[in-house]
């Protein structure tokens, strides 16, 4: 090894082990600095979404609770879904602080807290559509959802099973950067029909019946929704997940749901991640 691979590769080390105990400390940095800067999708009511100039939402009344156990202040920033993982990687806040569905490839890469929500994804469509009540009515139809997101993932498997069985499949895939577009581009009849996860699309529909209506779901299959620390963050993703599980036993996970849904999703007493996962 010439002197100077030898400079490089120390230089990499070193990186590397620098990296690493500024994301192992991150809990002893909340807890000296009694603060802590998370990461929102402030664009997916009901969870987290803009009113009045301020975050609020299921996911913003928890977090409040969690920052008064933790006795923290918070600063949460707004950030498009495509930005909330890579962001958290750059070190750019502390956590995810954002409904992140759990998938076999995430668990494996992020440390999930204990879930807030339970989904599985559902077609959203105009209220007044009657040509839409399945996934085989999406044969041919302009579908749409968001960029980057488990309802994509299923998106595409509702498209690819349509094919598979002999047909065209959608005629096309639209794609958006946050699900507020997607409705505006439905309701203006730009797309037929949204994939969507089911507390989001009930909650709208509750919201905006003569609007939209729910065509059936896309996949049976349930999914759990949870927030998200970097891999070396489990102590501080434990702490958190702590927290969450009192709030359940105690009933106030189940009434914020009650409040910002309208019903409730039964959470789990373990054994919520998908094999493999941190």
Known sequence: MNRLSHVL????????????????????????????????????????????????????????LVAERLGVSVEQLDVPFSGILPGLDASKFDFVATSVGMTEERVKNYAFTYPIAVSSEVILKRADDGSISSVANL??????????????????????????????????????????????????????????????????TKEKPDVFAVAGPVTDAQRYIAWVTRASDTDLRDRISVILKELRDSGKLYELQQKWFGFTMALPDGDYLPAGGI
Do not use: W
């Open 9 to 64: 590769r120390i230089a990499c080390v070193t990186a590397s082990l620098v990296a690493t105990g500024a994301h192992a400390n991150t809990l002893a940095k909340i807890e000296s600095s009694h603060q802590v800067t998370v990461g929102t999708e402030a664009a997916f009511p009901p969870f987290e979404f803009v009113q009045d100039g301020r975050i609020v939402g299921y996911g913003k009344d928890i977090l409040d």
């Open 139 to 204: 044969e041919g139809k302009v579908v749409g959802t968001q960029l980057g997101t488990t309802t994509q993932e299923e998106a595409e498997k509702a498209n690819a099973s349509l094919k598979a069985k002999g047909g065209k499949g959608f005629a096309d895939l639209k794609l958006y950067p946050s699900f507020p577009e997607a409705y505006l581009a439905l309701t203006s009849g730009e797309i037929d029909a949204v994939v969507q996860s089911m507390p989001n699309a009930a909650a709208l």
